[in-house]
T-cell receptor, first 119, second 112 residues
Framework: EAQVTQNPRYLITVTGKKLTVTCSQN?????MSWYRQDPGLGLRQIYY???????DKGDVPEGYKVSRKEKRNFPLILESPSPNQTSLYFC??????????????????FGPGTRLTVL | QQQVKQSPQSLIVQKGGISIINCAYE??????FPWYQQFPGKGPALLIA?????SEKKEGRFTISFNKSAKQFSLHIMDSQPGDSATYFC???????????FGSGTKLNVKP
């Protein structure tokens, strides 16, 4: 089954304790991305990756790190979590299609989400 | 500064009615405008998407209307059903799939 998996699904931690949220996809997608979802703000992009070893900042990268050592994995690292990082986090992946193939559904597949609480 | 503004925040529609959600954007470099549907406890899922070279795209009961000059696009859900009750997000991106900007979301409730 084609899917994006995230672990853990729920996490409660304390300020300053380093944590990693894992993301893995089994669709051989080049593009992967992390978002956070907050009430009234929608989804905001944290980091994205166009391929292995290629990552770039999204709209809200402060306080987060990512790595892309393998095509299927894109972990999100919070080196020193703070309460303002309490949020619902989503990982997503997509195949990068050429414009001529756009009529296909080049969708981002989202994972089930990780609810993080930082006390 | 919010790149994509979405309204309304919430919407109640009777079964069989038309649901309309609006979005506006600022950056004229955007050339890919998807809509996502999210059910409680799930991740968003692509519903329908449009590029600015067309003014309308229809898939079943879902239609995107696009007004390039006004920098606005909207989602119309015809014959709305209770199963359509979900949160809807518009988004915008340049097609080379780098940064995505999402609207703040619209919670749709379709009453039986």
């Amino acid at each position: 089954e084609a899917q994006v998996t995230q672990n853990p699904r729920y996490l409660i931690t304390v300020t300053g304790k380093k944590l990693t949220v894992t993301c893995s996809q089994n669709m051989n997608h080049e593009y992967m991305s992390w978002y956070r979802q907050d009430p009234g703000l929608g989804l905001r992009q944290i980091y994205y990756s166009m391929n292995v070893e290629v990552t770039d900042k999204g709209d809200v990268p402060e306080g987060y790190k990512v790595s892309r050592k393998e095509k299927r994995n894109f972990p999100l690292i919070l080196e020193s979590p703070s309460p303002n990082q309490t949020s619902l986090y989503f990982c997503a992946s997509s195949s990068i299609q050429s414009p001529s193939l756009w009529e296909g559904r080049d969708e981002q597949f989202f994972g089930p989400g990780t609810r993080l609480t930082v006390l | 500064q919010q790149q994509v503004k979405q309204s309304p925040q919430s919407l109640i529609v009777q079964k069989g009615g038309i649901s309309i959600i609006n979005c506006a954007y600022e950056n004229t470099a955007f050339d890919y405008f998807p809509w996502y549907q999210q059910f409680p406890g799930k991740g968003p899922a692509l519903l329908i998407a449009i590029r600015p070279d067309v003014s309308e795209k229809k898939e079943g009961r879902f239609t995107i209307s696009f007004n390039k000059s006004a920098k606005q696009f909207s989602l119309h859900i015809m014959d709305s059903q209770p199963g359509d009750s979900a949160t809807y997000f518009c988004a915008a991106s340049k097609y080379n799939f780098n940064k995505f900007y999402f609207g703040s979301g619209t919670k749709l409730n379709v009453k039986p």
